[in-house]
Nanobody, 127 residues
Framework: QVHLIESGGGLVQVGDSLRLSCAAS????????LGWFRQAPGKDREFVAS????????EYADSVKDRFIIFRDKFKNTGYLQMRSLRPEDTAIYFC????????????????????WGRGTQVTVSS
């Protein structure tokens, strides 16, 4: 089992930047793709970004492409989501997720592919 804990959320202004972290523990030796999802009030959870275990491949939702960057430090078992030019519509609870038993180059975007989830961290962008 892989345990995930997100951190770094908070209240920011439009145009600000924020970096989220996702610390993984447990059976991380198997290798896992890492993803970020978000859920705004009254809306379904949506994909934000993912990175393969090898970190060679990444995927982004169109709404965050060119503003968000996903990366990871495998030595620290930590993934990151660097967000810039934040907008009010980025306000949501952000969840990180891990997908095991995948090709090391695969960066999935479907939430059904992910096996483990963190509890989320709130990001609020105020105008």
């Amino acid at each position: 089992q892989v345990h995930l804990i997100e951190s770094g959320g908070g209240l920011v202004q439009v145009g600000d930047s924020l970096r989220l972290s996702c610390a993984a523990s447990g059976r991380t030796d198997r290798g896992y793709a890492l993803g970020w999802f978000r859920q705004a009030p009254g809306k379904d959870r949506e994909f934000v970004a993912s990175i393969s275990w090898s970190a060679v491949n990444t995927e982004y939702a169109d709404s965050v492409k060119d503003r968000f960057i996903i990366f990871r430090d495998k030595f620290k078992n930590t993934g990151y989501l660097q967000m810039r030019s934040l907008r009010p519509e980025d306000t949501a609870i952000y969840f990180c997720a891990a997908a095991v038993y995948l090709s090391s180059a695969f960066a999935p975007s479907s939430d059904r592919t992910f096996d483990y989830w963190g509890r989320g961290t709130q990001v609020t962008v105020s105008s």
